[in-house]
C-alpha cells in the first residue's frame, strides 16, 4: 500500500507571530522517497510533522491519494531520531505494541492476531532482527534499536513512512549499512518515503528527488531529481553523485546567505608565507 501526497499551500505561522513555512506545494508520486535537505531552522522537521499531523498548519491543505486529512492517522508513521522506543518491552512487544493496541481496541478475531502476527514475524527478518526477538533496547546498538523503530513504524502497514534525522545519531559505518537496509524496505513495502536529513549526501544516496527548503521563512528553494538508477557503495564517489552534492551543498549555503565555501575559508584563514 502505497499513496500520492499533495501539500497545497502549507503555511506555518507559530504562535507568538514566528512564520516558519510560507505556502509549500509540493506532489509526491506513490512509492517515491524524497529527501528534504537544508540550512538549519529552515522548517524541515515542522513540515514533516504537520504532514504526520503531529503539528498543525497555519493554511493549506493536505490530501493522501485526494483524500484532506486532519490529524495524525495510521496512514502515515513516523520515525525520529531518538528511536522512542518503550525501554520495558522486547522488540518484539515494541513492535507490536501499537497493533496490540488496535487489537485490543477493535474486540480482534483471530485471524486479526494471526495478521499481526504474520506481520511482525516478517518485519523482525526484514529488519534483521530475528536474533534479538527477546532483547530490550538498552540491550541493542544503536542501529539496532533504529530498526526496530523502523519496524513499528511500518508494522501498520502505513501508507506513507516519514523519517525526521533517523540516522542522525548513529556512526558513519552503521549510517551506511542502514542505507542499504532503508532501500531494500523500500523495494519490498513500497511506502511513499519522506525522509528528512542533514546530511546531502544521504538525500542523494537514498532518495529518487531531493527537495532543498530555504529558511525564514521556510519555502521550496530547488527540486532535483536524483538520476541514478542503481545504489552501490562506489555511487558516492562517482563524479555525476559528487557534482550533484556540491551543487545541493552550494543551494543550502547560498539560502543560509554563507557565499564562500570552505576552500574560500581555509584559504582566508591560512597563515601567511
Ligand atoms: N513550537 C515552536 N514555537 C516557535 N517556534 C518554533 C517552534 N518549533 C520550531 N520553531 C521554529 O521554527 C523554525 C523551524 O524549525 P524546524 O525545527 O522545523 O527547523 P529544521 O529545519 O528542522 O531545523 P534543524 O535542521 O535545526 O533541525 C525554527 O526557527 C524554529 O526555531
Redesign the pocket.
Known amino acids: 500500500m502505497t499513496a500520492r501526497v499533495v501539500l497545497q499551500s502549507i503555511t506555518k505561522t507559530?504562535?507568538?507571530g514566528?512564520e516558519?513555512l510560507a505556502p509549500i506545494d509540493l506532489a509526491l508520486e506513490p512509492g517515491s522517497f524524497t529527501g528534504i535537505v537544508?540550512a538549519?531552522?529552515?522548517?524541515?522537521?515542522?513540515?514533516l510533522r504537520i504532514i504526520a499531523g503531529l503539528e498543525t498548519r497555519s493554511a493549506g491543505r493536505i490530501l493522501i491519494d485526494g483524500e484532506p486529512v486532519a490529524g495524525p492517522g495510521r496512514d502515515r508513521t513516523m520515525v525520529f531520531q531518538d528511536y522512542s522506543l518503550y525501554p520495558w518491552l522486547t522488540v518484539m512487544q515494541n513492535i507490536r505494541f501499537c497493533r496490540t493496541l488496535a487489537v485490543h481496541a477493535r474486540n480482534a478475531t483471530d485471524s486479526d492476531i494471526g495478521d499481526a502476527t504474520r506481520r511482525s514475524v516478517a518485519l523482525l527478518n526484514l529488519m534483521g532482527l530475528a536474533r534479538v526477538e527477546h532483547a530490550y533496547p538498552k540491550q541493542l546498538s544503536g542501529g539496532m534499536r533504529q530498526r526496530v523503530a523502523i519496524a513499528r513504524a511500518l508494522m501498520a502497514k502505513p501508507a506513507v513512512l516519514l523519517m525526521d534525522?533517523p540516522f542522525g545519531a548513529l556512526d558513519a559505518q552503521t549510517r551506511e549499512v542502514m542505507h542499504d537496509l532503508i532501500l531494500h524496505v523500500k523495494s519490498a513495502e513500497k511506502r511513499t518515503i519522506i525522509f528528512?536529513t542533514?546530511d546531502v549526501e544521504e538525500a542523494i544516496y537514498l532518495a529518487d528527488r531531493v527537495v532543498v527548503?530555504a529558511p525564514h521563512p521556510?519555502r521550496i528553494d530547488t527540486i532535483e531529481d536524483i538520476p541514478f538508477t542503481a545504489r552501490h557503495r562506489d555511487l558516492r564517489l562517482d563524479p555525476a553523485f559528487l557534482t550533484l552534492k556540491r551543487r545541493i551543498t552550494d543551494r543550502i549555503r547560498a539560502t543560509a546567505g554563507l557565499s564562500g565555501d570552505l576552500d574560500d575559508l581555509k584559504t582566508l584563514t591560512a597563515p601567511a608565507g
Not at 40 to 47: E, I, R
Open positions: 507559530f504562535p507568538g514566528f516558519a537544508g538549519s531552522g529552515c522548517g524541515k522537521s515542522t513540515l534525522e528528512v542533514h527548503l521556510g
